[in-house]
């Protein structure tokens, strides 16, 4: 794929004032870039997991007011949404890029992923790099490693995702703006491939696919 991968002025969108203007931006700048990743990691993600994926980018539609602090490429097992369903994502902050899976709170069935997780926590707590993170909020730039928590941690983790409406999580990996500069197109596209290889578990225990 002849993909150029994002830059410094791609993450400085997020610093422009006003919806129409950042919109504008990310239209022109952002979105072509998410848009291409979405085509060639669907197969790679239809592959990993055993279930046809689809591309929504975000397109900020419901917003009136508030330009968006980030925005992204999501993936999932049906053509009209992904909110409700765990789903993977790749997408800009102003200060790194992440690469996700994802469970957020629009997911029905976040309690039986709950249970899902904590019965494979061993697998979970030994398989996730110690330099990838977890997120409990899809809507702050906030991540811890998960090489700093403890397996504690990790089933708190996951008994709030069962018993808290608004509950989420997110596990993945980030890349700070200033390191992405100094990958390639190719260095870059296999890392997100590696992290996807890594996270891809994740939604076949959480959907219980053998």
Same mark, same amino acid.
Request: charged fraction near 30%.
């Given at each position: 794929?002849? /993909? ?51 591309? $929504? ?8 007011? @508030? ?5 992204? &490429? ?12 765990? $789903? ?9 890029? /992440? ?15 709950? &249970? ?5 926590? @061993? ?20 991540? &811890?490693? $998960? ?51 890594? &996270? ?11």
């Amino acid at each position: 794929m002849d /993909f150029k991968s994002f830059n410094n002025e791609d993450f400085d969108v997020f610093q422009i004032d006003g919806l129409e203007p950042r919109m504008e931006a990310l239209k022109e700048r952002i979105r072509p870039k998410l848009e291409s990743l979405g085509q060639y990691f669907a197969p790679t993600l239809t592959t990993l997991t055993g279930d046809e994926m689809h591309i $929504h980018v975000a397109k900020h539609a419901r917003r009136t007011i @508030n330009p968006p602090k980030d925005t992204w &490429v999501a993936f999932a097992n049906n053509p009209r949404g992904y909110k409700m369903l765990p $789903h993977f994502q790749i997408g800009l902050w102003n200060t790194h890029l /992440f690469i996700w899976f994802a469970v957020i709170y629009e997911a029905p069935h976040k309690p039986d992923f709950a &249970v899902r997780f904590t019965k494979k926590i @061993n697998k979970i707590f030994k398989e996730i790099p110690k330099d990838f993170v977890w997120s409990l909020d899809h809507m702050k730039p906030e991540s &811890v490693q $998960h090489g700093q928590l403890t397996k504690k941690d990790l089933q708190g983790m996951f008994e709030r995702l069962e018993n808290i409406k608004k509950a989420e999580i997110l596990c993945g990996y980030e890349i700070k703006r200033e390191d992405l500069q100094h990958l390639s197109a190719e260095e870059f596209l296999k890392q997100v491939e590696y992290v996807f290889t890594k &996270v891809a578990p994740l939604y076949k225990i959480a959907l219980n696919i053998k």
